[in-house]
Nanobody
Framework: QVQLVESGGGLAQAGGSLRLSCAAS????????MGWYRRAPGKQRELVAT???????KYADAVKGRFTISRDNAKNTVYLQMNSLKPEDAAVYYC????????WGQGTQVTVSS
């Protein structure tokens, strides 16, 4: 089992920044890739960014150049630095991990005021 705990959501103004953190615990040796996903009201959950155990990253087109995913292996934590936030970035952001199974955090709300 893998447990994921997100933090760092909140309110930001358009053009502002937020950093999300996802701390993993449990059977973290089994994790192949971790990522951030989001679900806006009335929409399906979508991929935001992923990072593999080898450090390879992937981004949704909507966030390329504005968001950066990174990881601190010593802390078993993945981060999502979100810059130049737009109102359309507002959503519940979920941390996910894929290993022996798929794991999800509880989500953290990001609100962007225009």
């Amino acid at each position: 089992q893998v447990q994921l705990v997100e933090s760092g959501g909140g309110l930001a103004q358009a053009g502002g920044s937020l950093r999300l953190s996802c701390a993993a615990s449990g059977s973290i040796f089994s994790i192949i890739v971790m990522g951030w996903y989001r679900r806006a009201p009335g929409k399906q959950r979508e991929l935001v960014a992923t990072i593999t155990s080898g450090g390879n990253t992937k981004y949704a087109d909507a966030v390329k150049g504005r968001f950066t995913i990174s990881r601190d292996n010593a802390k078993n934590t993945v981060y999502l630095q979100m810059n130049s936030l737009k109102p359309e970035d507002a959503a519940v952001y979920y941390c996910g991990a894929r290993g022996l199974d798929n794991y999800w955090g509880q989500g953290t709300q990001v609100t962007v005021s225009s």
